[in-house]
């Protein structure tokens, strides 16, 4: 047996959370080796063991995969998450770079420099609330009916994973930002219960909190 | 269960046979030796009547974009190193870009956007996985997979350099060229001549031709327009881009004529700005 998947990344949300979520979702225990300092980072880049130098990193399956899409795609596609054919899959392509989009501005909102950072808000909650939000009320143009579930007709999947992390995010972000959205109040609601989702959002679990600006200056040290 | 396997008895048979045949018959068509790429990939397609005829019926890929590289490039030439027919409708106007949101057909409101097989698909990244394995250049399965995922994630980064090039200032221009040329020298083209090296196999995954290495070959070329003698160094890379140019239909893709788009200029850069409103000043990442 491989043993468990091993994460190499700082200790912090940034392009690993997601590939947490997903481990999380699909009932997966995974280990952690958190980068404290530039060295630690050297080490791997010295090791052979970041293919394009960078992080994040997870040793799963023997492998040393790095790219967090590649990772997503792995983990999703081994444990079920990733529909059954190729159409689905391409679906569910659509709506997670959809969601990857809207991650990127909420990840980077805290490096915003503090003249650029009320601009910057506007267009994350413009974007949210314009382009990406009324798309997933409606999932393809058709009306979400109270007892339809998940994204895909056909089940869960690393769509509805991913979609709630980044709704989570953005209320971080603006609390209120789902008012407008009833259908996908309901949708975080009944993807919160689903039992490994529940166990994630607990306390003490391995879901990391938001970036702080005061550990900003810490990162940076690691990465440049 | 391997989802995506796509490795079957069926074609490797038909290629023996072709092997065979060509050796003892002369066919009709100008003889020409069957390498094992162009074999395994050409008559995965040839003989997948089901795909064939899916094609007719449902017509060619139609592509909704500008008339230039940008997001759209590596999808058009993924579908010619497929050997896949598309067409083209270029948006000029910001009345085109309009008209097709509000018909629907932009999920997100962007493009790239490619009719495909019944749907109006978005988002590069799930048009490309589409293509690749409906063409079979997905590798045979989930390891493969995940290797072609991960090259492809880098060249896809080096490209990102690139991406936002045209639409810097001139000053900025010249930052970014240094940019691009330094991280294609100290991270990206370093780790695919090692895979290259490793295992010495002509193409990057699977002893297979694949989405990884059209991806590789598009990134290289790209990357030696802003740096013409940028592959000094890389010998494999070299010997890669003459391989991987000179297949068939990659071959024709690169030649005069084409669907591939120049170098973009600022007819171009003017063009999308005035079809997205996209009237901010663009800064390098």
């Not at chain 1, 040793?59 to 689905?88: C, F, P, W």
């Not at chain 1, 999932?139 to 980044?166: H, I, P, Y």
């Not at chain 2, 057909?105 to 394995?133: C, H, N, W």
Request: glycine share 6%; with cysteine.
């Amino acid at each position: 047996m491989s043993g468990k998947p091993k994460l190499h990344y700082f200790n912090g949300r940034g392009r690993m959370e997601s590939i947490r979520w997903l481990l999380a979702a699909a009932g997966v225990e995974f280990e952690e080796c958190f980068l404290e300092t530039k060295d630690d980072l050297t080490k791997l880049q010295k090791d052979g063991s970041l293919l394009f130098q960078q992080v994040p990193m997870v040793e799963i399956d023997g492998m040393k995969m790095v790219q967090s899409r590649a990772i997503s795609n792995y983990i999703a596609t081994k444990y079920n998450l990733y529909g059954k054919d190729l159409k689905e899959r391409a679906l569910i392509d659509m709506y997670v770079e959809a969601v990857i989009d809207l991650n990127e501005l909420l990840m980077t909102h805290t490096f915003q420099p503090a003249d650029k950072k009320e601009q910057h808000f506007a267009t994350i909650v413009d974007k949210a609330t314009n382009r990406y939000f009324p798309v997933f009320e409606k999932v393809g143009g058709k009306e979400v009916t109270m007892d339809k579930t998940f994204l895909l007709a056909t089940g869960f999947s690393r769509a509805d994973v991913q979609l709630l992390e980044t709704l989570l995010m953005a209320e971080e972000c603006k609390p209120d930002i789902l008012v407008k959205f009833p259908l996908l109040q309901s949708f975080k609601a009944r993807i919160s219960n689903i039992p490994t989702i529940k166990k994630f959002l607990q306390p003490g679990s391995q879901r990391k909190p938001p970036l702080q600006e005061k550990d900003v200056p810490k990162l940076m040290k690691i990465f440049h | 269960m391997q989802r995506g396997s796509h490795f079957t008895m069926r074609p490797y048979r038909c290629f023996i046979l072709t092997r065979i045949r060509l050796i003892y018959f002369t066919p009709k068509k100008k003889w020409r030796p069957l390498s094992r790429h162009e074999g395994q990939n050409s008559l995965t397609h040839l003989n997948s009547h089901g795909n064939r005829k899916f094609e007719v019926m449902a017509g060619k890929p139609k592509l909704y974009y500008f008339d230039g590289r940008g997001k759209m490039e590596s999808i058009r030439w993924l579908l010619a190193a497929a050997g896949v027919e598309f067409e083209e409708e270029f948006l000029e106007t910001r009345e085109q870009y309009e008209k097709l949101l509000q018909g629907g057909s932009l999920l997100f409101q962007q493009v790239p956007m490619v009719e495909i097989d019944g749907m109006k698909m978005v988002q590069t990244r799930a048009i490309l996985s589409y293509i690749a394995a409906k063409y079979k250049l997905y590798g045979k399965d989930l390891m493969e997979r995940a290797l072609i995922d991960m090259y492809v994630g880098g060249t896809d980064d080096l490209m990102g350099f690139i991406l936002m090039f045209p639409f810097l200032s001139a000053e900025d221009k010249e930052k970014q060229c240094a940019v691009i040329v330094q991280k294609a020298t100290s991270r990206y083209f370093p780790a695919y001549e090692k895979v290259l090296k490793d295992h010495g196999q002509d193409f990057l995954v699977g002893n297979s031709f694949s989405w990884a290495d059209v991806h590789l070959l598009e990134a290289i070329l790209m990357v030696e327009e802003k740096k013409s003698d940028v592959l000094l160094g890389f010998p494999q890379l070299q010997a890669f881009k003459a391989r991987i140019s000179s297949i068939p239909t990659i071959k024709k893709f690169l030649e005069p004529g084409s669907q591939r788009k120049p170098v973009p200029d600022d007819k171009y850069v003017e063009t999308v700005r005035r079809v997205l409103h996209m009237y901010y000043d663009v800064k390098a990442n």
